[in-house]
């Protein structure tokens, strides 16, 4: 019976393994070969192994510029998801309150921005919302009379225009989440917290998030990774060629994207593609740790 | 009769509260609609109004029939399907296992599942694209389903392991008394208890699927095999061929088929737990 | 036991939706259209010549018609399909002899890279270069690398000023300092109303000044000039254009000329079919009459768009991509793109069609490659737009010194020129 509990699971596993194998593990450690070799623009088919002079000059990447872009990285992501944590916890909660009798259509309607594919959202932002001549926005602003603002110009308020489109992408896939969480909060819970005299909030705080917390932590978890390794967003947004609008912003993936991948040379920017990956583990031990201390 | 009262108020205001965020939420979207239906001339205009000008069904026209867009569509749903298919059963016995049995080495596998999940996967491009000419199977779907279900595949068995952690053990014990094995302990307990964790993934799998185009339009070679997502991509990547009425216009009818799921499952997002347990 | 078994059936299913897959793929049923049964001997055998693009597809087909009707009697057909980021895409495909296009069409700037990575042909490899003796002479250089011909040159573009005949008042002027007091007498912000508009932190939209003032983004020997006094002087000088030509995107410049909110914009034959479109009465003049103060006309890039071969294709396909070149580089051509496309045609013989000789938009084209340049062609371009656009940005958005961005924009491209090797 042991015997049978040791290999049983990994049985189980074996596919999802097998396919997590070709599709990242391989690529993985493709890049890692690539970033041994002089592969680029001159030795496109006939490259051979340099050994770790790349990562020598990888290294150079990872300067000051590129601990400002950490840091903007980690702002970025920790304002994210507090928000949208918080947020969609929000929203969850008043969509389950009782005798909400339209519910189904909020929740449908909450849910188009995710229905609207990523980059046709980020084009519609740009244009349609921040533009200076015809965004919305603007119109707005100037219809109470006020000048035109530049929503993407300077980095400070480029930071927030990126957020809060990134909240619209991803606030929908928090809502359902937390709401299918709320589903399987034991009822009863309440019925007798309710008797004990807890008001709404007291019932909230003591049985409502421990409740749904081990439930939501491993999509709260994988959306800190996505919201992390962001890029179209503050790259459409703010530095794809022919649209730089001026904000300096940078994460730490268009910080490599902009210093390493535009030179076409595949060695050298798997060298940085692979140190930064150094870089995105050191950071999700940092969030397992400060998750198991919550 | 006041404490109902005070009932109907507050849900006065919870309603005027969610009237007011889907407003503001639908901003951009109704601005979208609104270019869908208007002249080609009028795409941006300067003024604020979410009414079209010269309202015109020609882009919707364009769109269907001067475009392969039923085509597109029909790749779409094949991919789509064929992604939730692959992912799922790749990934519930893998969460299944991982939520139910402490075996060696399932911390570390968790934990190095989390990490490689970490990897840009824009980095890859060009080893998936080796990956693909290695098992030719370039320019097919069955190679992007593969790579769709792989890249998703670590996020299904962490969002439904959590989801599986909280069903109680108790049930499926006593139903393993009556003799039920493994399997069909999986799909008749544990699939319709974690309903809510199994549609939200199942959802995301078809959100990613749906809304990829990069590897779409690089990894198929033929733009009559491409996914709608691609299709439309290729369509305004370029400023010089970009027709702001007829993209949005595309766009509007690429999100409807995802809008109707979403409303199709709502009523099946009520867990089998709390269902039975619970409502009356 | 019995887990054994699940768990074989588990992956057993999921065998079988990769095999359903592979079988209800399109692809492997209706084959595609790139590789029929290609014998390379019998010239009766139809042959099918496929080229990647990434542009305007009614250009494309108009090329495709006048070949396929010259070639038809051999049984050669051009198919042109579309990829988006073509030149990425190149990079993937272009050394990979069963999905890689026999032939691509593109601007000639990025004829550099492609031929560093090796994945071209030289044109004398597959066919006689005396086909473009009537070309231009400036769209052939454009088309070489180190002194060998890899591009077909088969129409350019140069920038031009579209101005709305309802709007301007008065005649265009030949300075760009009474063009400028034009501007400021006739821009309204805040009302959202301008004289000129223009892509002013778009490299390729601000060379008429850089190029004008003596300065260069990038020399032939590969050395960065964003930081040489002459390119500084120019971005310095565009920078008061650009406070008055709004944000300075695509979208929002063609859409301000469209509206009849901007009187004129400086752009390219690419925005013609959306002028029409807007039912606007529109004016062209040839930037090289608008002097500079120094004297010199404003000097655009030109962009030379051709066809080059893979080398790949060349192995089985070598005849019939003969044929299809020589087709490409006939005087029909250009005279069929230049009726139909308003393009303007590489092959000088075109001209003498006099329809095409009649078209505004054409000779105006054709005058100002009087003084236009070619976009460089070596493999570095393709690291200079990303900076040069960085320094207009800073000057233009952020108000940075104008000299200092250049520094920075030097070292940049400095950097991103050493990266590649």
Redesign the interface.
Known sequence: MRQKLRWKPWFYCVPALLLIFIVIVFPIAYTGYISLTNMNLYHWTDYGFIGFDNYARALFKFDSGFLAALGTTLVWTVLNMAIQIGLGFFIALGLNAPGLRLKRVYKTLLMVPWAVPAYISILLWRVGMFNTEFGILNKFLAMLGLGKVDFLASNGIAFLSCMALNLWMALPFMISTIDGALQSVDGSLYESATLDGAGFWVRTWSITVPAIRPIIAPAAVMTTFITFKQFDIIYLLTQQRGYMTGATLNTVITYAHQNAFASNNYGLSSAVSMLLFVVIILFSILTNRSLRED | MTRKGKNTARLALLNAAFILLCLVTLVPVLYALSISFSGQGAALSGDLSFLPKDPTLENYRAILFDKPFLLWLKNSLFLSIGTIALSMLCAVPAAYAASRWRFAGRRGMLRVLLVLNAFPQVLSMFALFRVLRLTNTLNTHSGLVIIYAGSMCVFAIWNMKGYFDTIPREIEEASRIDGASDLQMIVRIVLPLARPAIIVTCVMVLITVWNEYLFATTFLLDSQSYSLAGGLYQLQSNDYSRNWSVFTAASMLASLPLLLVFFKIQKYMVSGLTAGGVKE | M???T??L???A??FA??A???Q?????SGA?S?NPSQSNNPPTAPVTITIWH????GIMQTIADQVNAQLAADQITVVF?????MPN?L??????A??APDMYFYAHDVLG?FV????LAPLSDVVDTGILADHLSMTVEAGQIGGTQYLLPVYFETLVFLYNKALWEGDIPDTTEALYDYMVAHTD??A?TYAVVN?H??AYNVSPFINGFGGYIIDETAKPGLNDPKTIEAATYNQKFGALQ??G????VT??F??G?AAAIIGGP??VSGIE???IDYGIASLSDIKLPNGNGLAPFSGIQGAGVLKVALAEKKDALAKVLTAMASPEVGVDLANKSGCAPANNKSYDDPQVAAKEMITIIQKTASTAQPMPNI?EM??M??PV??ML??IN??GTDPAQAAVDAQAAAE???A???
């Open positions: 019995k887990k054994v699940a768990l059936l588990a992956l299913l999921c939706v990769l359903g897959c592979s209800s793929d399109p692809q492997d595609p790139s990434d542009g305007d597809e399909e579309k990829k988006t980021d895409q990079k993937l495909y272009g050394s990979d069963v999905n890279s560093a990575m090796d994945i912000t805040a959202g892509q932190t778009n709004a944000d995107d695509y979208n929002t859409t301000l469209n509206e909110k690419w925005l479109a807007a039912g493999p393709g690291s737009w990303g656009e960085t940005t800073a958005k952020n950097q991103a020129i990266d590649m090797q």
